[in-house]
């Protein structure tokens, strides 16, 4: 990809990440909070000037970065990615998958088409991303994958009545735990981040009533910030979670424990 700041490739030494949905909301936090700790960062977006703005952002911050633009729930953008990413980084030490979706309704209201759409982005995604990064990490023996799942995985729709985004989202921590078994003996580490409600621009649509009702079940009395999650992505990308896999870390200011 042809881009007036693109970079040199990092120094062995140096950590890289690559954060899927990372133009905004939650991965433009994320991307900006590990850069932040001193680690390369490759911006994915479906929005090229989205992915460009984050990136100029963290470089003009002294970080590195680098933008990948494409649809992660396409395989063959996927691995035109990846093999983008190698081609000006050799290595790759964090993976987050954060590219995500919602539709609501219930059952007899999202149509198959909806159905689908939700689960490639939310879920194959994550597979396909893996996927492709997995024999680079294999190879080096060490590697941190941080997928993004959500309380709605535990409890479903609930009062959105998103059904189709729960299921895709405890698709998501299932499938964690299977990265996690096959990749510890290469040292790699995967664990999922459950998030609550969380302020963004793609639950801004909720109707106040609803968002009012959400609030309500959390303890802290309100919702989480996108700084919430980015921290418990920076700790599970760091060497203090090293003895931590599979697990799935609640950041839903005590939703869960209601």
Same mark, same amino acid.
Request: hydrophobic residues 50%; aromatic residues 6%; contains cysteine.
């Given at each position: 990809?042809?881009?007036?700041?693109?970079?040199?490739?990092?120094?062995?030494?140096?950590?890289?990440?690559?954060?899927? $949905? @990372? &133009? /905004?909301? #939650?991965?433009?936090?994320?991307?900006?909070?590990?850069?932040?700790?001193?680690? !390369?960062? +490759?911006?994915?977006?479906?929005?090229?000037?989205?992915?460009?703005?984050?990136?100029?952002?963290?470089?003009? $911050? @002294? &970080? /590195?970065? #680098?933008?990948?633009?494409?649809?992660?729930?396409?395989?063959?953008?996927?691995? !035109?990615? +990846?093999?983008?990413?190698?081609?000006?980084?050799?290595?790759?030490?964090?993976?987050?998958?954060?590219?995500?979706?919602?539709?609501?309704?219930?059952?007899?209201?999202?149509?198959?088409?909806?159905?689908?759409?939700?689960? !490639?982005?939310?879920?194959?995604?994550?597979?396909?991303?893996?996927?492709?990064?997995?024999?680079?990490?294999?190879?080096?023996?060490?590697?941190?994958?941080?997928?993004?799942?959500?309380?709605?995985?535990?409890?479903?729709?609930?009062?959105?009545?998103?059904?189709?985004?729960?299921?895709?989202?405890?698709?998501?921590?299932?499938?964690?735990?299977?990265?996690?078994?096959?990749?510890?003996?290469?040292?790699?580490?995967?664990?999922?981040?459950?998030?609550?409600?969380?302020?963004?621009?793609?639950?801004?649509?909720?109707?106040?009533?609803?968002?009012?009702?959400?609030?309500?079940?959390?303890?802290?009395?309100?919702?989480?910030?996108?700084?919430?999650?980015?921290?418990?992505?920076?700790?599970?990308?760091?060497?203090?979670?090293?003895?931590?896999?599979?697990?799935?870390?609640?950041?839903?200011?005590?939703?869960?424990?209601?």
């Amino acid at each position: 990809m042809a881009w007036e700041y693109r970079m040199s490739a990092v120094k062995p030494e140096m950590k890289t990440a690559l954060v899927t $949905g @990372g &133009g /905004q909301g #939650i991965g433009r936090a994320i991307a900006l909070a590990l850069a932040h700790k001193g680690i !390369a960062v +490759a911006v994915n977006d479906l929005n090229e000037k989205h992915a460009k703005a984050v990136c100029e952002e963290i470089i003009a $911050g @002294g &970080g /590195q970065a #680098i933008p990948l633009v494409g649809d992660v729930s396409s395989p063959e953008a996927v691995s !035109a990615m +990846a093999d983008d990413l190698f081609s000006q980084w050799m290595h790759l030490t964090v993976l987050v998958n954060n590219a995500g979706i919602v539709r609501t309704g219930t059952v007899l209201e999202i149509t198959p088409e909806e159905w689908d759409l939700v689960m !490639a982005v939310n879920l194959r995604s994550m597979f396909l991303t893996a996927k492709a990064v997995l024999p680079q990490m294999q190879a080096a023996r060490y590697g941190k994958i941080v997928n993004m799942a959500s309380v709605a995985g535990f409890v479903g729709g609930g009062l959105l009545g998103n059904s189709c985004y729960a299921a895709s989202k405890a698709g998501v921590i299932a499938f964690t735990k299977g990265l996690a078994r096959e990749g510890g003996a290469f040292g790699i580490r995967a664990n999922a981040i459950t998030p609550a409600l969380t302020d963004t621009d793609m639950t801004s649509v909720i109707a106040d009533d609803k968002r009012a009702a959400l609030i309500n079940q959390i303890p802290l009395g309100r919702a989480g910030k996108p700084a919430d999650i980015a921290n418990a992505v920076v700790f599970l990308a760091s060497e203090e979670s090293d003895f931590i896999t599979g697990d799935t870390l609640v950041v839903d200011g005590g939703f869960m424990r209601r």
